[in-house]
């Protein structure tokens, strides 16, 4: 089993920045990557980016060059750095990882991103 709870979240202006976190517990060493999901509403869960075990990133096209995955491995913490936020990156943003063996999704309880002026 793995706990996931992210953090940092917030009301932000159109060309602010915001970190979110999140702080993974339990099975770790069951899972390979750590990825950012977010999902406005109407919408489609889509994923943001991806950090995997060796370091190696994905990011979805259209945040590339703004936003930023990186982890702390000593805190089984994983961060996603976003610069330059622009009203259509409100969303709820999930943290998300799988178990490599048995298949089993786990997800945060997500936190709330809302650019706006």
């Known amino acids: 089993q793995v706990h996931l709870v992210e953090s940092g979240g917030g009301l932000v202006q159109p060309g602010g920045s915001l970190r979110l976190s999140c702080a993974a517990s339990?099975?770790?060493?069951?899972?390979?990557?750590m990825g950012w999901y977010r999902q406005a509403p109407g919408k489609q869960r889509e994923l943001v980016a991806t950090?995997?075990?060796?370091?190696?990133?994905l990011y979805v096209d259209s945040v590339k060059g703004r936003f930023s995955i990186s982890s702390n491995d000593g805190e089984n913490t994983v961060y996603l750095q976003m610069n330059s936020l622009k009203p259509e990156d409100t969303s709820v943003y999930y943290c998300?990882?799988?178990?490599?063996?048995?298949?089993?999704?786990?997800w945060g309880q997500g936190t709330q991103v809302t650019v706006s002026s």
């Open positions: 950090i995997f075990s060796g370091g190696s990133t």
């Open positions: 339990g099975s770790i060493f069951r899972t390979n990557f």
């Open positions: 998300h990882t799988k178990d490599q063996w048995s298949g089993r999704d786990y």
